[in-house]
């Protein structure tokens, strides 16, 4: 069955300060991955896709960025935070291509807190 | 631009009662799915139900089902035989068809009293 995880489950972050947070996904290949983010109280936001490594679309401009370094790896890094980075971010997983349902499996989440 | 809405920030049902979560989106795409995401205090978000829009008859899953109307653009939620355990709040969501992309409401809060 496949699973996905992703840590740290919560960080605080002063400022200016980097940021990494890392996603896998286990006993699928080539998935496409996502990373969205939730500002407290509000719906999802997709901030970047990926449907193969080395392959990142970023929906929003922002100060962070997504890296694919391997098949079933996702990162999200920043090089300095912001007060407005703060946020609940879930990583998801859906099929490639013709086994694509629409749906997306979720990650558990990392909340950033940044002060 | 492709939409969703959701008009109800906070909903509430009595435990064993009916309760019905509305959702509109907006679209010029004629292929394309439908969820509804539940997500609990723990945060992680699990599929409760997915509807095609190809398909006429509404999905259903167990006490779930949905009322779907393609024309009028909506997808509506309803919880039968509510129980404690679905208190979280609900995400209505649209995917066109082979983009991989999910656009999501801002949610509806519900709660369910004991």
């Known amino acids: 069955s496949q699973t996905i995880h992703q840590w740290p489950a919560t960080l605080v972050q002063p400022v200016g300060s980097p940021l990494s947070l890392e996603c896998t996904v286990e006993?699928?290949?080539?998935?496409?991955l996502y990373w969205y983010r939730q500002a407290a109280g509000r719906g999802l936001q997709l901030l970047f896709y990926?449907?193969?490594?080395?392959?990142i679309s970023s929906e929003v401009p922002q100060n962070l960025s997504a890296s694919r370094p391997q098949d079933r790896q996702f990162i999200l890094s920043s090089k300095k935070l912001l007060l407005s980075d703060s946020g609940f971010y879930l990583c998801?997983?859906?099929?490639?291509?013709?086994?694509?349902?629409?749906?997306?499996?979720f990650g558990e989440g990392s909340r950033l807190t940044v002060l | 631009a492709q939409t969703v809405t959701q008009s109800q920030p906070e909903m509430s049902v009595q435990e064993a009662e009916t309760v019905t979560l509305s959702c509109t989106y907006d679209?010029?795409?004629?292929?394309?799915?439908l969820f509804w995401y539940k997500q609990p205090p723990s945060r992680q978000m699990i599929l409760v139900i997915r509807q095609e829009a190809y398909k006429q008859q509404n999905a259903t899953e167990n006490r779930f089902s949905v009322n779907f109307q393609k024309a009028a653009k909506s997808f509506s939620l309803k919880i039968s035989d509510s129980q404690l355990g679905d208190a979280a709040m609900y995400f209505c969501a649209y995917s066109p068809r082979n983009t991989g992309k999910l656009i999501f409401g801002q949610g509806t809060t519900l709660q369910v009293k004991p």
């Open positions: 006993g699928t290949s080539n998935p496409n």
């Open positions: 998801a997983w859906s099929s490639h291509g013709g086994l694509n349902t629409g749906e997306l499996f």
């Open positions: 990926s449907v193969g490594i080395g392959q």
């Open positions: 679209t010029s795409e004629s292929d394309y799915y």
